[in-house]
């Protein structure tokens, strides 16, 4: 299996920086993004996964514990 070149890594200073090969198919796409489209594009995309959870654990809930 071939690693994810994909990492998160965090500075000294507290701060983060995202990393990846960029010949990574996978992440190619990011070598042309600056700095501020990177952090929308991470953003947005905790934004649609927290979203999607959010939605499969209330599909999932007994709806007789859901307080009204």
Do not use: C
Not at 34 to 55: G, N, W
């Amino acid at each position: 299996m071939i690693e994810d070149s994909l990492r998160l890594e965090e500075n000294s200073d507290g701060t983060h920086q995202l990393l990846w090969d960029h010949k990574d198919p996978n992440y190619f796409f990011l070598n042309d993004m600056t700095d501020e489209q990177v952090s929308y594009f991470i953003k947005m995309a905790f934004k649609e996964f927290l979203t999607r959870e959010t939605l499969e654990e209330l599909a999932q809930a007994d709806p007789q514990e859901v307080d009204d």
